[in-house]
């Protein structure tokens, strides 16, 4: 059974395989993860389930987590609801931090890969850079572990272009590589133009 209540009220820590390689690290939950309690099962997540598997793996391979555990708090509308999202702070993630440390402890991941400006600044650091491009597709590190950055699922659900699913697909290939897994002709080139 689902009910609606206040933002911030419910726990949503991360799902997925305890021996994964690979670990995804997301905003905060929003409306659907919340009531769920399962971190990327709204819009954004279906996509992310999607992206996931065009690398050949299956969500219950990896791990998913966020860098805040609960949906951030808005003023609630007439209705006693809350209707949209915000990041979390800087303050809310850091609060968070230890949380995502303990979950990569237990699952010890090979690679990190971080969806969004706000996970990467949660994990690089707060004014590491400014624009997201300055990172993305690149080898950063975090708790030890080989750390990729990338966009959020939610640019390509704002941005349904080819080319904003390659830029995402170069970054997910990177990953494939390192961790390694098998890269067929057809994966390699997936949303290229014709
Ligand atoms: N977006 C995120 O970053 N995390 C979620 O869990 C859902 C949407």
Not at 34 to 56: W, Y
Not at 129 to 134: I, M, R, V
Request: proline share 8%; hydrophobic share 40%.
């Amino acid at each position: 059974m689902s009910f609606a209540r206040p933002a911030g009220e419910k726990v949503v820590l991360g799902v997925g395989n305890l021996d994964a390689q690979i670990m995804f690290v997301g905003e905060a939950p929003g409306a659907e993860e919340e009531i769920q309690g399962e971190p990327f099962v709204g819009p954004a997540g279906q996509l992310l389930t999607k992206m996931i598997g065009g690398m050949g793996l299956k969500r219950p391979d990896v791990y998913i987590g966020n860098i805040m555990n609960w949906r951030p708090e808005l003023p609630l509308s007439d209705g006693g609801t809350q209707i949209g999202n915000r990041p979390p702070t800087q303050e809310e993630m850091l609060y968070c931090l230890p949380f995502l440390r303990a979950q990569i402890e237990i699952v010890q991941p090979s690679l990190l890969v971080a969806l969004g400006s706000t996970a990467a600044q949660g994990l690089l650091g707060f004014g590491t850079f400014k624009a997201l491009g300055e990172v993305r597709g690149r080898w950063k590190e975090f708790a030890g572990k080989p750390l990729m950055v990338t966009y959020h699922p939610s640019y390509i659900l704002r941005s349904q272009t080819n080319r904003s699913k390659r830029m995402i697909w170069e970054d997910l290939l990177k990953v494939m590589e390192r961790a390694p897994l098998p890269i067929s002709d057809k994966q390699r080139g997936y949303f290229l133009e014709k």
